[in-house]
């Protein structure tokens, strides 16, 4: 079972947006709507900030979003700050006896 | 608020078992809505999903791994456990323990337990 696929970096100035994809199959992403984001920041544990494609827990920030479009899932970061500087990673609910898939992780550079 | 921590040693010899236990604080194991998982982290590497439990006793592991884990759970002391049998360096990794919600995602994380594999 391969990992979901992201880009391996991204970048941005201050006050831009950013997108960030993650890539699976229908047996994953595009089966369910059940893909999740995470930011970890560097010697952290990831922090959940996205979950079932778009849905944001308590306390992150209204500049996370989600979306989804067939096997593909999006991460959007609107407004840039240095602090988001960080790796993101995606993960999905997957079919089978397995039951998550990561992506294989993207580092976004806040220029 | 709902915390886990991870323990064990974090240095194990090559062919050796890797044992890991992670306390869950401030509420129940027992939870209907919720698995409880093992992810790991190479060095400079990605997230891997190793796998996840039940509270009553359902398991389901990483393909890749299947072959060389166990996931137990002690409902009565709020703890789970992994054990990965045959170690090699490949499995040197910061180990993370996690609340994972049944339709997918973990949302509550330990914070990491670094376990190297060297003679």
């Known amino acids: 079972q391969s990992a979901l696929t992201q880009p391996a970096s991204v970048s941005g100035s201050p006050g831009q947006s950013i997108t960030i994809s993650c890539t699976g199959t229908?047996?994953?992403?595009?089966?369910?709507?059940?893909v999740s984001w995470y930011q970890q920041h560097p010697g952290k544990a990831p922090k959940l900030i996205i979950s079932d494609v778009i849905n944001r827990p308590s306390g992150v920030s209204n500049r996370f979003s989600g979306s989804k479009s067939g096997n593909t899932a999006s991460l959007t970061i609107s407004g840039l700050q240095p602090e988001d500087e960080a790796d993101y990673y995606c993960?999905?609910?997957?079919?089978?006896?397995?039951?998550?898939?990561f992506g294989g992780g993207t580092k976004l550079t806040v220029l | 608020q709902l915390q886990l921590q991870e323990s064990g040693p974090g240095l194990v010899k090559p062919s050796e078992t890797l044992s890991l236990t992670c306390t869950v604080s401030?509420?129940?194991?027992?939870?209907?809505?919720?698995?409880w998982g093992w992810i790991r982290q190479p060095p400079g590497k990605g997230l891997e999903w190793i796998g996840s439990m039940f509270y009553t006793g359902n398991t389901y592991y990483n393909p890749s791994l299947k072959s060389r884990i166990t996931i137990s759970i002690a409902t009565s002391k709020n703890q789970f456990s992994l054990e990965l049998t045959s170690v090699t360096a490949a499995d040197t990794a910061v180990y993370y323990c996690?609340?994972?919600?049944?339709?997918?995602?973990?949302?509550?994380w330990g914070k990491g337990t670094t376990v190297t594999v060297s003679s």
């Open positions: 401030g509420g129940s194991i027992s939870s209907t809505n919720y698995y």
């Open positions: 996690a609340r994972h919600r049944r339709l997918g995602g973990m949302d509550v």
């Open positions: 229908s047996g994953d992403v595009g089966g369910y709507d059940y």
């Open positions: 993960s999905s609910y997957t079919s089978g006896s397995s039951l998550e898939i």
